[in-house]
């Protein structure tokens, strides 16, 4: 029986987003190092509205709603754009370790 690596990657992926995306925002914040975890500690404590005890799928659905070009901000520069950059990094490393 052949092995469907495909499957099993996207497994791997949706369990990872799964994780974070029910993490709240300020156990993801203190998992992040360098840059990531200052650059999302900033925009946490910066938004009105978006608190540290929301989970990360929260969080990036009130960023979406409230704070993404539809809202004045600059294609690619809004607090939703940079949290969602922010996310797929995390999403990204930990794909990467877990496929090792």
Do not use: K
Not at 14 to 35: A, C, H, K
């Amino acid at each position: 029986m052949e092995v469907d690596y495909d499957a099993v990657n996207e497994s791997i992926m949706e369990s990872i987003m799964e994780d974070i995306g029910s993490m709240n925002v300020e156990e993801f914040v203190d998992s992040l190092s360098g840059d990531d975890h200052s650059d999302a500690l900033e925009l946490v404590t910066c938004m009105n509205g978006l608190e540290f005890s929301m989970s990360v799928n929260d969080s990036l659905d009130y960023l979406s709603e409230y704070h993404n070009t539809e809202n004045g901000w600059n294609e690619g520069e809004s607090p939703y754009d940079e949290f969602v950059r922010i996310v797929t990094r995390e999403v990204d490393r930990q794909f990467d370790e877990r496929s090792r």
